[in-house]
């Protein structure tokens, strides 16, 4: 090991010491300011360890009585890995099953996977354009997600406003749902539509709003169907209680607008810092390849390469983490 080289790793472990450390020093000082505004939402919320243990107390209570009335129902329902991959398909819009989209995506990978190592890229380097393809993959998905829980909470409003409507001028709670599977596109109609052919093949309409609530997986229709059974049993106006329920979910979505819009600092925040890294080292490969032919031909390169796409990673995860309000 020549002096030159020596004094490059030196120098090299220095600069990552350092970046490391102000990264920790981020983190705890990040992690202080979150206890501080907790404890200081805490005390103007008037909750003290006393009202702890109260809120404890009743928190065990409330906890008992669930699991009663769970022994006394026909059974509790659990969430299982089956339930969580058809809630996937069903709202990114898949028409393919789950297995092919998976097999298509891991062939995908593999496919990448095999062509950057053909090409002398290295393992690491082949798992990472690997990874980065699962990555974007997801981020698509993701955006699929949001575009059609907007799109159901969109139509749920302008579906209940119909049926609203409908039962003020004589129709029946069934014609009120056949007109808005007749009026509204999916994914909201085709809803409709099926508690409809359920009822007039002789399915209870309380079994049948939530049957559909529970395969459509959105906490506004789960609560439609759970308002709309007790109207059916208890009695009352249905026209005033899809009104109102019209009225919450439109509150609810000018209120994810404003999260979303107080947000949007930090989100482009987090895309800038993300992306600058990236750009910058496929414009050095570009224009320099020799320049960057150290982290694909060493070993030391090597790590420094992984360690930069974990730390990113970490950063990611924690930008993502600081763009989510609890309310």
Known sequence: MGREELINRIVTISVFG???SVWCICVVFWLAQYI???RKMRQRLGIG???????????????????DDADHAEGPKKFSVRDYFRRLRYEAGWTTSVQTVFLKLFGM?????????ALGGGALLAIGVSGG??????????SRISKHTTLFEKQLVDALGIAARALRA??????????VAEEIDEPQGPIFAQICQEQSLGRDMKDSIRRVADTTYNTELKLFATSVAIQLSSGGNLADLMDSLASVIRARMKLNRRVRVLTSQTQLSKRIL??????????????????????????IGQLMLAGTVGIMSIGYWVMNRLSVLRY
């Open 18 to 20: 350092f970046v490391f």
């Open 49 to 67: 360890e006393e009202a702890d243990s109260e809120l404890g107390t009743l928190r065990l209570w409330h906890e008992i009585h669930r699991e």
């Open 170 to 179: 004589g129709h029946p709670l069934v014609g009120a749902f056949q007109l």
């Open 274 to 299: 993300i992306a600058l890294p990236v750009l910058l080292f496929v414009a050095l490969n570009v224009l320099d390849p020799d320049y960057m032919a150290v982290f694909y031909t060493t070993t």
């Open 36 to 38: 501080m505004r907790m």
């Open 133 to 142: 393809a699962i990555a974007l993959f997801c981020m698509h998905t993701q």
């Open 109 to 117: 990978a593999g496919v990448l996977f095999m062509v950057v190592y």
